[in-house]
């Protein structure tokens, strides 16, 4: 196959599809240290969340660019779970998904801890499927 | 009552233990040893007296209280052996004598009387605590199930017994029927007469105690029958007698325990046994006192407090105190309480050997009889005795009076052979075998182990019965009744705190009906059959008196005595349901939510503080040893939390109360289940800070018009020495308004200088070092400041305020070392960070669909708040608004620091007097209350149930770990749990809240409370143990949650439907109700009218005009408040005041306090002829009917009739009448038993206030709310749709 836009997109998102890879498993083992107790709220991975969403949406851009309407649509459910949490988030604040002092709540603590493995799954499913498209 | 009852048994199982290895032996050890002697020290023996049995730990720790108070390590000085103890219970022990007095004045409710009476007595037990442990090791286990069955002998013997006549006789006549199975069976009835009766004995009496709470109980107990198999356990316990005769020596009770100890100590369950009985003891002790009461009640007081010094001062007492011992065994019940403490141990001992005898035969029908011979013999004793000296009492009682005269005969000669025929029976007693079931209904047959361990020593008796023991827990109604009987009286309920009870305040409070009891069936069926019935059903829509005439009181877990003695007070750690269910579907399936309730720096009169270099934990989950683990051998205890076995440490071993070596169970960690320790360094991530306070003032134009700036700095001003704190305190001040000022207080001054810094937008320090100062070293300057600071504003015209940078530079100031920000701020923060806008619509306020903006508007105050937290600084606030100030944002301050918040509407210094006052108050209050810094609080529940969320002002650092800044003796905490893994294979669970903060002295501390519970597998039990109070207080947590995150309509919506769905349930699970109407179990009866109160009060309501600020204020106290503050604000109490004179009264610190009932919270209530007292929690309303008698204005108002009452009265005149002092006396009565002093307002009818009163008659209906009988029907439609 050539090397169109396309095939290019698909290099860019498997290696940036790494690093979700990445910042999930961090995710998991954050939220897992807060369980265990060796970690506050405070330092909680919020610092990742921001990062992890704009690079998503970069790849939806750039398969959206490259007319892959098929790859896009299997990320658009993701795009939009994104937003939908980046813009639930009280007005101004950075502190994005995770509020340090509701994270403790049982609820919610299992609830992002879902999240995070059905996302480190989504991711590595989506990177193999990027290494062999 | 119940308490006591069980206890009785106890000391006969003690005796068994005692014996059962080698009964020769260790009769010798007892005799030689006499630990008795220790106990009785001379200042103890004359204490006693009046405690009697009890008397032998009480005289010791009284004596040492004076010493002690102060500092543990005084306690080296003191002569007596004790000198641990009496460190340990510094303040415990001081106050007993008077408090029992007050009890016994008021009480005339036999409950209530016996758990005040419980901590009073409990340190006085020691004597009963050296028999403690032996009993306790035996005998509790058999407790669960004798308590029970014991339960039924004892209402036979109530009725027999002349004391129970007085009080019992009345409720239980209807029962009577149905306790003939018992043994005592129907004959007892007849004989009201009581002397056979007391032949009943031994047991009867003691459950006597118990049974008169339960008497709603009774009608249910047709199962008392099949229970009555049962019967031969129930026999062994009652051993006890024997174990009473041991004890009229108090050498040979101590002795006892040391053999217990020795034999048994391989036993896990001694240790807590041991505990227990000390406790147990003490309960003993407190039935006599509660008898005294009882008495008393009927006598005047002046009569009762003559008897309890008589029986200090006269010689009778030695005596007595043997008969204490007895009582403990017989009962005393003897209700006739006076003639309890002379019956002679020797009477008793007789009777005990019979019993034993008895006992040994497996026939049920054993117990009727045997009961009943030796009880007569010791009834009469009572009876000559106390009809000797308290005939007046007797003759009161009517009944009761002459059973017992006629019953005694021969007490005083059998004395010399007490001792002797005690031990006998003891160690025939040891033969039942009580061991085994002690073992059992601690541990709940999990652990084979311990079981081997104790059944070695007995002999093959027991194993059957070990075997029945070993479910107690679990089984169904029938078993459980028993015990709930024991447990439901309310006047158990205390009994649960071991001894720190601070209170009056709160007995007072329960037992005030006690005095109609005798007067009226009516009170009693209402009061005492909540407990013991609480599955009773209860018709909501056709029964409407289902208040309480006096305060509610907390459901005891039915535990077996011995625990339930040691267990944690309801006032510091409640859990909504007091049965635990197994599994998370049968959790779900009651439809009640879990939680507990905490109020963990509670101020206690009474608190144990332990020194030692090591704290013993539990090497993997960190457990603090407590009350309810289990010792394996004296080198071994088990976690009762993860049920690791730990190595018991070498310096553990050594008894500091004692002074003995090997006795790890009678430490006082192991004794208490509130404990506080004096943590080592290990404890400390940094040195200990000191005290630093630093005060943020808003000078606005606003500010200084509304005048609160003099209120404060005069407050300041008189507390200045009194604020917590040590040499190193230091204190600072910040004003603001669109400028922020610095206050340079440095030593050396001549006068304050203030620094002002108008960048606002890059907020720093002028002068870092000398802003906060020390309090001692600057006082001059300080006071300086404060003088001036009032006038310095007065000429502002600044209107902004610029809040958050005055924040952001307290937190600056703060950092290096943490500590206390106070906040006065007066209105919307306009200017800088953290700027907020209006947000409050004025013409939603009574909207009944949407209300909005109840979170915040900005994050600032909750960055903050958590920056702060993390440099261990909490933000308190004290908003003083007239107008919309957008609490919504501002509380985050405080709720994520730990903080506090204070608001005070429409204040003025002279427009709203009210308001100006209660900011006096609270301030007094606040600046004077104990606070711990750099705290946290971990909560560790056994394994298998998790905390779910928690609720109150704190962060959350991990899922059990709460960060507090600060911690304050007024906050409270609610924490909803769930279950993981089934509990089957465990009877009980535990909770354990440690809270580790450093003093205002510096001191590193730890205060720990354990709280232990049963664990059922069906509904009924589920619904039989539901804390009806702490349900509602949990789901109001639970629905600000929800308002907040959702809207407060699906709150609402969730209020109603946790009762409809809870009621639901219970009425699916008793099949053979009527459909048609609306049940609730006894238990949460009050569920519908409180869920009520909460739908009606200012968080939840909606279509009543309620300003956004006001309802979110009541949001925050919700979350933050303590369950018993937050029920007055939930469903305040209202008492009908115009007539006190003729209520029933108590005696308190030398004041009469009247007890008038509770009334509904209607207005079919409140007549025109009457004066009406609202108790609020934070406001005192007094409301007078247009008609009320001059009288009554004249003489407790001060002005000559209804026209001339002023509009806005706050305070009540000394007037030199009876009526203005009983009135006052129950005022301040009311107010001592709250930390913050609340705010009286007069209210007139045709007063504009008087909005304020009638909101809070909530059973009314009003234009946007259900009266309580519509909530009814509303509640059953939704059931049956």
Same mark, same amino acid.
């Given at each position: ?39 506050? !709220? ?34 658009? !459910? ?21 509020? !340090? ?33 | ?139 509790? =286990? ?11 002998? &004892? ?130 002790? =407190? ?26 001062? /006269? ?70 005795? *106390? ?48 061991? +085994? ?8 047959? /999990? ?215 090997? *006795? ?58 009194? +604020? ?88 600056? $100031?703060?950092?290096?070392?943490? /500590? ?114 750099? =705290? ?15 609720? /109150? ?132 009866? $009050?569920?519908?009218?409180?869920? $009520? ?69 209607? &207005? ?118």
């Amino acid at each position: 196959m050539a090397f169109t836009f396309a095939a290019f997109c698909y290099m860019l998102s498997l290696v940036l599809c790494a690093a979700l890879i990445f910042f999930a498993i961090w995710h998991i083992i954050a939220f897992d240290e807060l369980r265990t107790d060796f970690k506050s !709220p405070i330092d909680q991975c919020n610092p990742l969340v921001l990062p992890e969403y704009s690079i998503h949406s970069l790849f939806c851009i750039m398969f959206l660019c490259a007319q892959e309407w098929l790859t896009l649509g299997l990320n658009v !459910p993701l795009l939009f779970y994104h937003f939908w949490r980046y813009f639930r988030c009280p007005a101004d604040s950075s502190e994005l998904a995770y509020d !340090p002092p509701a994270v403790m709540n049982a609820d919610t603590l299992s609830y992002c801890q879902k999240e995070a493995w059905c996302k480190l799954a989504f991711y590595l499913l989506s990177f193999f499927y990027y290494l062999y498209w | 009552m119940s308490a006591p009852a069980g206890l009785p048994p106890r000391p006969a199982g003690a005796a068994a233990a005692v014996y059962p290895g080698g009964p020769g032996a260790s009769r010798e050890a007892a005799a030689p040893q006499s630990g008795a002697p220790r106990y009785q020290n001379g200042p103890v023996q004359s204490r006693m007296q009046f405690p009697s049995g009890y008397g032998s730990h009480l005289p010791n720790y009284s004596v040492p209280s004076g010493h002690y108070s102060q500092v543990p390590s005084k306690a080296a000085a003191s002569h007596l052996d004790n000198q641990y103890r009496a460190s340990y219970y510094p303040t415990y022990y001081s106050a007993p004598a008077q408090n029992v007095m007050t009890p016994s004045v008021g009480t005339n409710v036999l409950n209530t009387q016996e758990s005040q009476q419980l901590y009073n007595k409990t340190p006085a037990h020691t004597v009963g605590s050296a028999e403690g442990p032996i009993q306790g090791a035996i005998s509790s =286990a058999s407790y669960l199930r004798t308590s029970a069955q014991q339960s039924y002998s &004892a209402f036979g013997n109530h009725y027999s017994t002349p004391v129970s006549s007085s009080v019992a006789s009345q409720g239980f006549p209807l029962n009577s029927d149905h306790y003939t199975m018992p043994v005592v069976s129907s004959a007892m009835y007849p004989n009201v007469s009581y002397p056979p009766v007391a032949a009943g004995s031994v047991y009867g009496q003691a459950f006597t105690s118990q049974t008169l709470p339960a008497v709603g109980q009774f009608k249910e107990t047709n199962t008392f029958s099949s229970q009555s198999t049962s019967v031969p356990h129930s026999l062994q316990q009652h051993v006890p007698v024997g174990y009473n005769t041991t004890l009229t020596t108090i050498s040979s009770a101590q002795s006892i325990q040391d053999n217990l100890c020795r034999n048994l100590t391989g036993s896990v369950a001694k240790v807590n046994n041991q505990i227990n009985t000390d406790l147990a003891s003490g309960s003993c002790v =407190a039935t006599l006192t509660s008898t005294f009461l009882l008495t008393g009640a009927d006598a005047s007081f002046g009569s009762l407090q003559d008897i309890m010094c008589r029986s200090r001062g /006269g010689s009778k007492y030695i005596s007595i105190e043997n008969a204490v011992c007895g009582i403990d065994s017989s009962q005393p019940v003897h209700s006739v309480s006076q003639s309890v403490l002379f019956t002679k141990p020797g009477a008793g001992t007789s009777a005990s050997s019979a019993v034993i005898s008895s006992v040994r035969t497996p026939a049920p029908s054993l117990s009727s009889q045997p009961q009943s011979s030796p009880s007569v013999t010791q009834s009469s004793e009572l009876a000559l005795q *106390e009809g000797m000296q308290y005939g007046g009492y007797v003759n009161n009682q009517a009944s009761s009076a002459p059973a017992p005269l006629s019953s005694s005969s021969d007490d005083e000669e059998e004395d010399e052979e007490d001792e002797e025929a005690a031990i006998d029976s003891s160690s025939t007693t040891s033969s039942a075998s009580p061991v +085994l079931n002690n073992y059992d209904a601690l541990e709940g047959g /999990g652990y084979p182990e311990t079981r081997s361990v104790t059944s070695s020593p007995v002999p093959a008796p027991s194993v059957p019965q070990t075997s029945k023991a070993s479910k107690p827990f679990g089984y169904g109604y029938p078993t459980l009744q028993p015990g709930y009987q024991n447990a439901a009286p309310p006047a158990p309920v205390q009994p649960n705190n071991p001894g720190h009870h601070p209170g009056f305040q709160h007995y007072p409070q329960q037992y005030p009906g006690v005095n109609q009891l005798s007067s009226s069936l009516g009170g009693l069926s209402l009061q005492h059959s909540q407990q013991p019935e609480s599955l009773r059903p209860v018709n909501l829509t056709q029964d409407r008196n289902i208040l309480p005439v006096s305060s509610v009181p907390a459901p005891v877990p039915n535990l077996n005595s011995d625990l339930r003695k040691l267990n944690c007070s309801p006032d510091s750690f409640r859990c909504t349901l007091t049965n635990i269910p197994q599994t998370q579907a049968l959790l779900n399936k009651a439809k009640l939510p879990l939680g507990l309730l905490l109020h963990p720096f509670r101020d206690l009169t009474q608190l144990p503080v332990i020194t030692s270099s090591t704290i013993v934990r539990c090497r993997s989950c960190r457990t603090y040893i407590n009350p309810f683990v289990s010792f394996i051998d004296q080198r071994r205890w088990k976690c009762n939390l993860c049920y690791r076995v730990n190595d018991v440490p070498e310096e553990f071993m050594y008894n500091p109360l004692t002074r003995s070596y090997g *006795e790890p169970h009678k430490r006082p960690e192991v004794q208490n289940s509130t404990v506080e320790f004096i943590a080592s360094s290990d404890y400390m991530l940094r040195p200990p800070q000191p005290a630093v306070y630093l005060f943020v003032l808003d000078v606005s134009h606003n500010a200084v018009e509304a005048g609160y700036l003099t209120i404060v700095c005069q407050s300041l001003l008189e507390n200045l020495d009194k +604020l917590p704190g040590d040499s190193r305190t230091r204190i600072g001040f910040i004003t603001f308004d669109s400028t922020v000022q610095f206050y340079n207080l440095q030593e050396g001054l001549s006068q304050p200088q203030m620094l002002i810094v108008s960048d606002i937008d890059e907020i720093f320090l002028p002068t870092p070092d000398s802003l906060l100062v020390n309090l001692h070293e600057s006082k001059e300057l300080i006071k300086d400041l404060l003088n001036a600071l009032p006038n310095m504003f007065t000429n502002t015209r600044e209107t902004h305020s610029a809040l958050g940078p005055a924040l952001q530079a307290a937190f600056k $100031l703060m950092s290096p070392t943490g /500590g206390r920000i106070s906040v006065f701020q007066t209105q919307l923060p306009s200017l800088g960070a953290g700027l907020l806008h209006s947000r409050e619509d004025p013409n939603q306020r009574s909207s009944t669909k949407v209300v909005q903006h109840l979170g915040p508007a900005t994050d600032f105050y909750k960055k903050l708040a958590l920056d702060c937290s993390g440099q261990q600084t909490a933000v308190d606030l004290f908003l003083l608004s007239s107008q919309y100030s957008d609490l919504a944002s501002l509380a985050c301050m405080s709720k994520y620091s730990a903080g506090c918040i204070y608001y005070y509407p429409s204040f003025h210094r002279s427009h709203n007097p009210a308001q100006a006052e209660k900011l006096q108050k609270d301030l007094k209050r606040y600046l004077t209350r104990k606070i711990g810094f750099e =705290a946290v609080m971990r909560i560790r529940c056994t394994k298998g149930l998790s905390i779910h969320t928690f609720h /109150g002002n704190f962060f959350v650092r991990s899922t059990d770990l709460l960060s507090l800044a600060n911690v304050n003796p007024d906050a409270g905490f609610a924490v909803q749990m769930s279950i993981e893994e089934s509990l089957t294979d465990t009877s009980l669970v535990c909770f354990q809240t440690a809270l580790l903060y450093t003093s205002s002295k510096g001191e590193r501390r730890i205060r720990v409370h354990t709280l232990c519970l049963p664990v059922v597998s069906s509904l009924a039990d589920v619904y039989a143990g539901a804390d009806v109070q702490a349900v509602v207080c949990l789901l109001a947590n639970m629905a600000v949650d929800r308002s907040v995150s959702s809207s407060l309509s699906d709150a609402r919506d969730a209020l109603v439907n946790a009762v409809v769905d809870s009621l639901a349930a219970y009425m699916s699970t008793a099949s053979n109700l009527q459909q048609s109407m609306l049940i609730a179990p006894n238990s949460l009866k $009050l569920f519908p009218l409180y869920i $009520l109160a909460l739908l009606k009060q200012k968080a939840f309501r909606t279509g009543t005009s309620t300003r956004l600020d006001d309802r979110v204020y009541a949001m925050c106290q919700m979350k933050s408040q303590p369950l018993v503050h937050l029920m007055k604000m939930i469903h305040p109490n209202l008492y009908r005041i115009d007539k006190l004179i003729d209520e029933s009264t108590i005696h308190v610190n030398d004041r009469v306090v009247p007890q008038p009932p509770l009334q509904k919270l209607s &207005a079919e209530k409140l007549t025109r002829e009457g004066a009406f007292l609202m108790d609020c929690g934070s406001i005192f309303y007094i409301w007078i009917g247009k008609n009320c008698s001059n009288n009554f204005i004249k003489d407790v108002l001060g002005y000559p009739n209804y026209a001339s009452v002023p509009q806005k009265m706050t305070q009540l005149p000394e007037v030199d009448a009876l009526s203005s002092e009983r009135t006052r006396s129950f005022i301040s009565w009311l107010r001592d038993s709250r930390p913050l002093s609340p705010v009286l307002q007069v209210i007139k009818d045709e007063n504009p206030a008087k909005t304020d009163f009638f909101q809070h008659l909530i059973e009314d209906r009003t234009e946007a709310a259900f009266s309580y009988y519509e909530f009814l029907l509303n509640i059953q439609q939704q059931i049956c749709k």
